[in-house]
């Protein structure tokens, strides 16, 4: 397995998780809202991380793992909403949630790791 395989292969059943959970949603204004969020924001950290991988530079790759942290963050936050609605419980929504929640810790802590071992690098979000 090459290295990342991993963490792709979370992102990607990340992904399927937030899916099957869209679901689940009623079809009315608030079930639509959410879910048209949350499929964005769910489903981007996989390809996002996917061109991560393939980032030409520590720079491009820093950019890039901002990316897909903004979209696991904005995905914890619309799985809160859609627990404090009521349009899922909290049994059903607590693994996904905490896997979401690990993935960015993980992002976080890659992203500034190679800030780390490059020093500060140019451009904007030293």
């Known amino acids: ?8 292969e979370r992102l990607v059943k990340l992904a399927a998780a937030v899916i099957l959970l869209c679901r689940t949603l009623p079809r009315d204004d608030g079930g639509g809202h959410v879910t048209g969020q ?3 924001s769910g489903t981007s950290p996989a390809p996002n991380y996917a061109e991560a991988r393939g980032a030409e530079s520590d720079r ?4 890039k793992l901002g990316i897909v942290l903004k979209e696991l963050n904005e995905t914890i936050v619309w799985l809160q909403i859609g627990l404090s609605s009521g349009l899922w419980t909290e049994e059903a929504v607590t693994g996904t949630l905490e896997e979401c929640r690990v993935l960015a810790r993980i992002m976080a802590a890659s992203i500034n790791t190679v800030k780390r071992r490059v020093g500060a690098l140019p451009g904007k979000g030293r």
């Open 60 to 63: 491009d790759f820093v950019h």
């Open 1 to 8: 397995m090459a290295k990342g395989d991993d963490l792709q």
């Open 38 to 40: 949350i499929l964005r």
